[in-house]
């Protein structure tokens, strides 16, 4: 079973500032995503990830495969930004199904 | 809209009663998932079908019945629910490889009385 630590579980931030959070992994995986809930539920796909880095907008994602981690970068931070951010590995192909980390509650404020 | 509608939004039963949950795409995709999300919980898979067969339960009660009649339908039949049921039911869709990432849809905020 792949266990998934993200931190932090909370975070509060003033708007503009640069973002980071982490997550873990504890299996080799073959993809990891990252999600956004917002309040309501519903889920956004942000990235998928197997190597390296993705950019979109002011979103980066990395993953360090060897390492087991991945982070995901906010910059110039937004209070539209808040959100429950998750992070997602997937071990197989996407038939598989995601395991999730408990998430990571952003808020920022203006 | 995501592209995965689920109906009904909103849905409050009581424990004798038997209702279905309805996902919807036309993304192309064929995978089908379904997810439960209980309060302070992380997400669970509870099904998933790929080319509409049922290809991992994880132990999820009897009282969830999934169905996929065709790639792009996707149900979950209620029967005799506890109200510890209640919780966020999220359904989501892939393509059956890593080609694409999932699509989610608003899922279905369901309370057990």
């Known amino acids: 079973k792949n266990e998934v630590e993200q931190s932090p579980q909370n975070l509060t931030a003033q708007e503009g500032e640069f973002i980071t959070i982490n997550c873990s992994y504890s299996v080799g995986i073959s993809a990891l995503h990252w999600l956004q809930q917002h309040p309501g539920g519903g889920i956004v796909s942000l990235f998928m990830?197997?190597?390296g880095k993705k950019k979109h907008g002011r979103l980066i994602a990395t993953i360090n495969i060897q390492e087991k981690h991945s982070s995901l970068h906010i910059t110039a931070s937004h209070p539209r930004d808040s959100a429950v951010y998750i992070c997602?590995?997937?071990?197989?192909?996407?038939?598989?199904?995601?395991?999730f980390g408990k998430g990571t509650h952003l808020i920022i404020q203006p | 809209e995501t592209g995965v509608t689920q109906t009904p939004r909103h849905l409050v039963m009581g424990m004798t009663n038997k209702k279905s949950l309805k996902c919807e795409q036309h993304l192309g995709h064929n995978a089908m998932y379904w997810y439960k999300q209980s309060a302070k919980k992380p997400l669970e898979l509870m099904f998933v079908y790929s080319l509409e067969e049922r290809v991992e339960n994880n132990s999820v009660p009897s009282r969830f019945s999934p169905e996929c009649p065709n790639s792009s339908h996707l149900f979950l039949h209620l029967h005799t629910l506890q109200p510890e049921d209640s919780a966020l039911y999220l359904c989501?869709?892939?393509?059956?490889?890593?080609?694409?990432?999932?699509?989610f849809g608003s899922g279905t905020r369901l309370t057990v009385v």
């Open positions: 990830l197997s190597s």
């Open positions: 997602a590995p997937t071990i197989g192909g996407g038939a598989d199904g995601l395991t």
């Open positions: 989501a869709s892939s393509h059956d490889s890593l080609r694409g990432g999932y699509t």
